[in-house]
Each structure stands twice: as C-alpha cells, then as structure tokens.
C-alpha cells in the first residue's frame, strides 16, 4: 500500500532506471527531495546528471527542457506549486504544443511537466490554484490528472513514454491519504481512459483528481436518498474519453460534473458540452456543474467555503433528478 506522493516516486525510479534517456529537473528536485518529496532518493541512485535542481526560474526550466527533448531526451520537468507554473505559460503555449505540428510530425516533445495542483490544504496564495484549463486549452498537449495511487503511478509512466508532452497535475490534497494498492511491473494506465469508480444507474457523477472522492463521498448520500450514482473518473482530461461518459449518460439520463477550479470556461464546462452535442436525446434533466467560484482562490480561512462540497453535490444531483 502506497500514498500518491509514494507511488509517483515509484514511477520516477522506474522510468528513469528503464531509460536512459528520462532525467528529472526542477526546483529543490534533488538535494531536499522535493518539497513534498516526490522526488526522494533520485539524486542519491541516478546522480547529478539525472536528478538536478534548477534556479527558481520556470520559464527557464521549460525552455531548456524544450531545446533537451528537441535532441532526444526526455524531460522530466516539476513545477513546484500550481501557480508557479504560470511564469512558463509562454514556452507551453508558443513552442511545447506547437513542435510536432511545427515539425509535421517528425520532432517529438516528449516532455512531462508535473505540478501539485488544488486546494484542500491550508496552503498560501498562488500555492493552490486549478490550471487545468489553461492546459487542456492548448492544442498539443495532453493534460492527466490521477485520483489514486495506481493511477499516479501508471498515469506517470505512460506520460513519460508518450512522444507528446503531457501535463500531470497531482492533487496535494491527496499525496498522503487515502493509500491504495500500487502494482509492482508495468502497470501503465493509458492516456484517455476513464475509469468507472463506482458503479449506477440513476445518474453520473463525473469528476477527476481531488474532486473523485467528493463525488464518491456524496453517491453515498444519495445512496441513503434511494439514487443509485456512477461516478467516473476522467483520468486524463486531454484527451477525452467521451465514450465512457456518452455510454454512462445513456444509461442514466443525468449528468452532475464537478471541479475545483472557478466556473466560468472551466474543463466542466467542455464535458457539458460533449454530452449536450452527442447526447441530447439521452437526457432527461440539465447537466449541473458543480465548480468553485468565479473569483481567486481564497485564504486558507475560506477556502472550505470556496471547494466543492458533498452537500453541493448532492443538491446538484436532487436537482437534476427532479426533471422527468
């Protein structure tokens, strides 16, 4: 049994033991370890030239890491809180999702940015936003987002073998709790696959990230109330696995979609759409988001107030049940 933080730490000794050519940069990666110590122990087995630390510049770490995958390697960038990434948006927007097609397809950026992302923690300003919007936004670039500690190790790894570059975004929310099982072996989790969290027959729950286990938290309630949920997890947000959620959706006719980041332009927002578009005649009710607010994430004092609840969530879901 493993922690998140412990099994994506698990991936990184595998990947960089099972290619030469996957190195891992960033701030404070090698001597601390990581300020949540993801990155433990790569320093000490694989050296300096494997694990190193970098000045407190991400547009710098990004943009030598483009030029690095450009000549064959395979980077494996930290951006040490969410919000820290911004600094980077230019190299991610103007050169990391555009070389393939830049290239017509014959240079990889096989580059893996990895970032905790969310709230849920107590932490300061700009050390918990949700940036998965402007991610899944940019063409060229996939965007994973694991709930558990298999999926944190598998989603991982597959990241780093992709010849695209990938965005992982990992709930510090949930690097210690809850543990769970994590194979030893390959055990990848392929990008663009939902998986189905618990099973229903009434109405879905989709979710991803720190928001899956909201969502399971608040099918129990409905549970009590006689509503029978299924809760999906969209695993990886680009690309879409629509047709789980378009065969979940034809079972159910209801749709709640929940996420942390503010409303308005959110990824929930895109799977409304994909299931209004594809889907229509399945629906028996409106599609609800359930979403943070439309403003900048809040002090620690508030931010209870600001996250998604079980009681929002299962209002959304009274509501849209209340449709015939």
């Known amino acids: 049994m493993k922690t998140l ?81 911004y600094p980077a948006l230019d190299q991610v927007i103007a050169h990391v999702g555009r070389y393939r097609a830049r290239s017509s397809g014959h240079a990889e950026m096989a580059m ?47 990241a780093i073998r992709d010849p695209d570059p990938v965005i992982v975004l990992e709930p510090k929310r949930l690097y210690r709790a809850p543990r769970g099982e994590v194979s030893e072996g390959d055990g990848l989790v392929p990008l663009g696959r939902a998986r189905i969290a618990a099973p229903g027959d009434d109405l879905t729950l989709i979710a991803y990230g720190a928001m899956v286990s909201v969502a399971l938290d608040a099918r129990g309630e409905l549970l009590d109330r006689g509503i029978s949920a299924e809760v999906i997890d969209l695993r990886t947000l680009t690309p879409l696995d629509e047709d789980t959620i378009l065969k979940s959706l034809a079972k159910t006719g209801r749709a709640v979609v929940v996420q942390e980041a503010p409303r308005t332009c959110g990824f929930a927002a895109e799977v409304a759409a994909v299931l209004a578009e594809r889907s229509i005649f399945d629906l028996r009710g409106p599609v609800v988001r359930v979403t943070g607010y439309d403003i900048p994430y809040p002090c620690s004092s508030m931010e209870d107030a600001y996250l998604p609840s079980v009681q929002r969530v299962t209002a959304a879901a009274r509501h849209t049940m209340e449709f015939e």
């Not at 990155?39 to 190193?52: I, K, Q, V, Y």
């Not at 936004?137 to 994973?144: D, E, L, M, P, S």
Request: some cysteine; overall charge negative.
């Open 5 to 85: 933080v412990e099994a994506v730490n698990q991936a990184l000794h595998e990947e960089l033991e099972r290619d030469p050519r996957v190195f891992v940069m960033g701030e404070d990666v090698g001597v601390m370890g990581g300020v949540f110590r993801a990155t433990s122990g790569l320093l000490e087995r694989f050296g300096p030239d494997r694990c190193f630390d970098t000045p407190l510049a991400e547009a710098g770490i990004v943009g030598t890491a483009v030029g690095l995958a450009l000549a064959g390697w395979r980077p494996v960038c930290e951006m040490q809180f969410d919000a820290f990434s």
């Open 112 to 158: 893996v940015l990895r970032m905790p992302y969310g709230g849920g923690v107590r932490a300061p300003e700009l050390h918990q936003d949700s940036p998965e919007a402007h991610y899944a936004h940019t063409a060229g670039i996939k965007v994973a987002v694991p709930s558990t500690p298999a999926d944190a190790r598998g989603l991982l790894s597959a």
